[in-house]
Nanobody, 125 residues
Framework: QVQLVESGGGLVQAGGSLRLSCAASGRTFSSYHMGWFRQAPGKEREFVAAITRSGGSTLYADSVKGRFTMSKDSAKNTVCLQMNSLKPEDTAVYYC??????????????????WGQGAQVTVSS
């Protein structure tokens, strides 16, 4: 079993930046692909970003390309999401997730067996 704990959420004005972190325990990241998803009030959970287990490849939703950057520090069992040029539409609860198999598309939540508790990100206009 792996446990995921997000941190770094908060309130920021439009155009500002936030950095989310996700720390894993129980197992190392060597066996897992990692992803970030978000869910705004009244909306379905949507894909934000993903990274391979080696950290060598990243994938981003079109809505965040050029603004968000995902990274992985295997030595610390931590993944981060650097969010720049934030917009009010980025307001959501952000979830860190771990995929142990890599069978499904990284954009789909189906393959992610482990989820963090969520971190609230609020962007004011």
């Amino acid at each position: 079993q792996v446990q995921l704990v997000e941190s770094g959420g908060g309130l920021v004005q439009a155009g500002g930046s936030l950095r989310l972190s996700c720390a894993a325990s129980g197992r190392t990241f060597s066996s897992y692909h990692m992803g970030w998803f978000r869910q705004a009030p009244g909306k379905e959970r949507e894909f934000v970003a993903a990274i391979t287990r080696s950290g060598g490849s990243t994938l981003y939703a079109d809505s965040v390309k050029g603004r968000f950057t995902m990274s992985k520090d295997s030595a610390k069992n931590t993944v981060c999401l650097q969010m720049n040029s934030l917009k009010p539409e980025d307001t959501a609860v952000y979830y860190c997730a771990a995929d142990p198999r890599g069978v499904y598309s990284r954009r789909s939540p189906l393959g992610y067996d482990y989820w963090g508790q969520g971190a609230q990100v609020t962007v004011s206009s």
